[in-house]
């Protein structure tokens, strides 16, 4: 049987992958960077190794100016399923969102510093850094 | 390339579908007897055997529980065929419809005559362990804290009502109308007929998402056969055609950094399923849409182009039950008969096949000769569904 205490209940990080290391570097110093094809001009998001425009390998890693609106989100007010999800019990409730940034690029994070009762379609955010281990700072988003 | 007409289902199989093991010490059943069973049953109703699917087309469905790379192989070894044409279906909730077109284009080559296509899994009765596999969901959505597809369905179903003023009277519409089919369905699981207050006051799960937003995992087992339309006519059944396919998998409508999320591939995989068969909105009688949300039906009733995105008035002035303008989810859906994992894409092509033959029962939608069939599969990161395929099927040439 195994015990709630046997069970890891430390957040999930993400694997630091060799295409994805670039921008946890720029993270950790708080900078929010996304690759941008240089010969059409599309954002490539999330991190990749060439263009999924367009092909090109000519890619290169761009400061975002970290402003952008919700497009839409959720509540979490109960966790489900994998035992890593209990982790984040202690945050309930907490928003989910889709964020477009101003450039274009939409992200999956976190709004935070408001209560989730005042988070609407539309609100613009604006980035903020949230140490979860020494290599990893997720960017979130505030309101702004 | 067409495949109109080329290839007719001439057998299904539906096993009941149940929940067993979910609670400790409940008799149950593993994903292989509900393999064998769905199977025998799709045996039984096309007037086959076994030794005529030896060197023949199989296509099993890959469930997302069970992570092994070989498993249409280990199902062949379950079932006991030595397949000349193995496929997985890989493109989840939709496999079951895209292994209709891949194996009708094989049997339109000649390459075989006939098919078995089957899915089966038993989440409640099976556990496997599984770990988290690299991707986007492990890298970029997990550490926030998501829960799921639900969390991603939730922010579709609120961009749409926020964008186009969406009720839950509009959306409670189409879950009424799947449990009152249901209702009618001795197969189904969920029959006890609901109200749209039923549907507004049930439990939040991902607000706004409810708990009669979303589908019922399940244990069971699916199958259908295809024949060659000369084989076709030579077994018991009557011969339910392809009559146009369609496919669209990894859709983007926008840049794909960040996308409509509101518009569904089906758009593109309908369009070119109904220029294959040759048909137009009216030809359609009745739609069996992958259902693993309301939303996502009501966004494929919009992206199909049975009314303009936004269309709140048509959904208003629409019948949706078998006796209506527009009858879908005559079966209940897999939000109402369950949904074992991807196998849970065969069920509305069963209905579809159902309908066509006349045997809907209480349900029956009257003179029906044509229905489309959707199958859907994975929530992407930034995106809606992320596989998308469509099927028109009729039962004549």
């Keep these: 049987m195994t015990t709630m205490a046997e069970i890891d209940v430390s957040k999930p990080l993400p694997a630091i992958t060799t295409e994805a290391k670039p921008f946890w570097d720029a993270a950790a110093e708080q900078k929010l960077m996304i690759q941008r094809c240089q010969e059409c001009n599309a954002w490539v998001w999330t991190p990749r190794p060439a263009c999924n425009e367009c092909g090109s390998e000519k890619i290169e890693w761009t400061q975002m100016s970290g402003r952008g609106e919700v497009y839409s989100f959720t509540v979490i007010r109960q966790v489900v399923g994998r035992a890593a999800s209990k982790a984040f019990e202690p945050d309930i409730p907490y928003v989910i969102a889709w964020v477009d940034l101003d450039e274009g690029p939409r992200l999956i994070t976190n709004i935070i510093g408001c209560p989730v009762e005042d988070v609407k379609l539309g609100m613009k955010v604006a980035v903020q850094f949230e140490k979860a281990s020494e290599k990893i700072w997720l960017p979130k988003f505030k309101p702004s | ?397």
Excluded at chain 2, 66 to 88: D, K, M, N, R
Excluded at chain 2, 314 to 340: A, M, R, S, V
């Design chain 2, 1 to 397: 390339m067409s495949i109109k007409n080329q290839a007719a289902i001439v057998g299904i199989g539906d096993t009941p579908t149940d929940r067993l093991g979910s609670k400790p010490g409940e008799p149950r059943k593993s994903s292989a007897e509900y393999l064998s069973w769905a199977m025998h049953l799709a045996l039984e109703d096309a007037g086959l055997s076994l030794k005529d699917f030896q060197g023949q087309g199989l296509g099993v469905t890959i469930p997302t529980a069970y992570p092994q790379p070989f498993w249409p192989e280990e199902v062949s070894e379950i079932l006991g065929i030595t397949p000349g044409f193995l496929l997985g279906g890989a493109t989840g909730g939709a496999g079951a419809v895209s292994l209709l077109g891949g194996m009708s284009a094989a049997i339109n080559s000649g390459f075989i005559d006939l098919a078995l296509v089957i899915g089966a899994a038993a989440p409640f009765s099976e556990h496997w362990g599984g770990g988290i596999q690299p991707g986007d969901m492990r890298d970029w959505e997990i550490p926030y804290g998501t829960m799921g597809p639900n969390s991603k369905i939730a922010m579709v179903m609120r961009r749409h009502m926020h964008q186009y003023g969406t009720t839950l009277d509009h959306l409670g519409k189409i879950a009424v109308a799947g449990r009152y089919h249901a209702s009618l369905n001795p197969l189904g699981y969920l029959r006890k007929p609901i109200t749209i207050d039923d549907y507004k006051n049930s439990r939040l799960v991902a607000d706004p998402v409810r708990l009669l937003d979303c589908v019922m995992p399940a244990n069971g087992g699916k199958a259908y056969i295809l024949a060659s339309p000369e084989r076709a006519k030579t077994l018991r059944k009557k011969p339910i055609y392809l009559k146009g396919f369609g496919e669209r998998s990894n859709p983007s409508y926008g840049p794909r950094a960040g996308s409509d999320a509101l518009i569904m591939g089906v758009k593109d995989a309908g369009r070119v399923a109904m220029e294959m068969a040759g048909v137009k909105h009216q030809d359609i009688n009745f739609l069996e849409l992958y259902d693993d949300y309301i939303i996502v039906v009501y966004l494929q009733i919009e992206d199909l182009g049975f009314c303009d995105k936004g269309d709140l008035k048509f959904f208003e002035n629409t019948d949706f039950t078998f006796k209506g303008q527009l009858p879908i989810q005559t079966g209940g859906g897999i939000i109402n008969c369950g949904q074992p994992s991807t196998a849970g894409g065969v069920h509305h092509i069963l209905e579809g096949v159902r309908q066509l033959r006349g045997e809907g029962g209480e349900r029956q939608v009257p003179n029906a000769k044509i229905g489309l069939i959707s199958g859907l599969g994975v929530l992407p990161y930034g995106k809606n569904l992320g596989c998308c395929a469509v099927a028109i099927l009729g039962n004549e040439v």
